[in-house]
């Protein structure tokens, strides 16, 4: 099975909206983070019916947002 990068960027956008209330906006494959800024990086390995990698790079301001809805937070707190 293969999911396309299209399919990837639906799914990211629908789960991101549904449970964060956050429309992301995807850069792709190759997009780096203005020199100097601080970034998270996640990796999520999946292995079954299909093997591979899920890879999100996301700016400090995106993480803090994402943490304060998750935990109910001011963004500004959520370190």
């Not at 209330?21 to 601080?38: C, N």
């Not at 019916?49 to 707190?77: C, E, K, Y």
């Amino acid at each position: 099975m293969h999911a396309s990068d299209e399919e990837i960027d639906l799914l990211m956008r629908t789960v991101l909206n549904t449970m964060l209330d956050v429309d992301p906006v995807l850069t792709g494959h190759d997009a780096s983070p203005p020199p100097g800024s601080r970034t998270l990086t996640a990796v999520v390995h999946i292995t079954g019916a299909v093997d591979g990698a899920v890879v999100l790079h996301v700016t400090d301001a995106f993480a803090r947002r994402v943490a304060g809805r998750m935990f109910n937070l001011d963004p500004a707190l959520a370190t």
